[in-house]
């Protein structure tokens, strides 16, 4: 019998954009997962610095953003612990709820391959889930072979069959920010209600420029 899957976005969001809601779809068709759990993290272990919108209006963001996507749903559960989460632990708390007979997918983007060394406990977070590598906009296409000496041929070949084809969406929350940090618009880059948030909200404010 096919095991019932279920994919976690893991990530910052800030703020989440179309790249985030465009890639989560089309990998939730491609893996044949049921859905798509947004899991926004208090802060990136790996990222030197606080995301800049606060918990509740990253997790309010993503909300608005996915409201009419049957197939996407957001988690406060990294937001409701002590910072920071790691995604084993994750990973674990959701395949206990779950049970064994769901599959628990964990999605990453193409550009956060060459960090997977440095998370915590990676060799378990590779045998405890379905690590599913998606394409990004300006990186190599997502491989895995030359981690097999560190790794071990099983499990490159786990991670080579979780790759999905996700398409290219060249966005970033970097450079929404950065635009929106010098006065421009992010129309092409945000769902129209997150960027009317984001206007009520005044959060990511412009930068005044420098008088000279
Ligand atoms: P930042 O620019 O602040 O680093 P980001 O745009 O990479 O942010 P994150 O919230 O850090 O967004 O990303 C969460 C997850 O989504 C990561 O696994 C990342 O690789 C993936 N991701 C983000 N944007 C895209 C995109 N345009 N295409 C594919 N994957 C993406």
């Known amino acids: 019998m096919n095991k019932r899957k279920i994919a976690l976005f ?39 610095f606080l995301p ?6 990253r997790f309010t963001m993503i909300a608005i953003a996915i409201a009419d996507e049957e197939h996407l749903e957001v988690s406060d559960f990294e937001l409701n612990k002590p910072a920071p989460s790691y995604t084993l632990e994750t990973v674990k708390q959701f395949q206990e709820s779950y049970g064994s007979e769901t599959s628990i997918h964990w999605l990453v983007g193409a550009d956060g391959i060459e960090d997977l060394v440095y998370w915590h406990r990676i060799v378990e977070l590779i045998d405890a889930c379905h690590l599913t590598t998606m394409y990004r906009a300006g990186c190599e296409p997502p491989s895995f072979s030359r981690f097999e000496r560190l790794w071990g041929r099983r499990r490159i070949e786990k991670l080579q069959r979780n790759i999905v084809q996700t398409p290219l969406v060249d966005i970033s929350s970097t450079e929404v920010r950065n635009r929106l940090a010098a006065g421009r618009d992010v129309i092409d880059m945000l769902h129209p209600a997150v960027a009317a948030y984001i206007r009520e909200h005044g959060l990511y404010p412009a930068k005044k420029a420098k008088e000279t």
């Open 52 to 57: 800049k919108a606060s918990d509740a209006d």
């Open 10 to 48: 893991g990530g910052t969001f800030d703020p989440v954009h179309l790249g985030h809601t465009t890639v989560a779809a089309e990998a939730c068709r491609r893996a044949g997962a049921e859905k798509v759990v947004f899991i926004p993290a208090k802060r990136s272990p790996l990222k030197g």
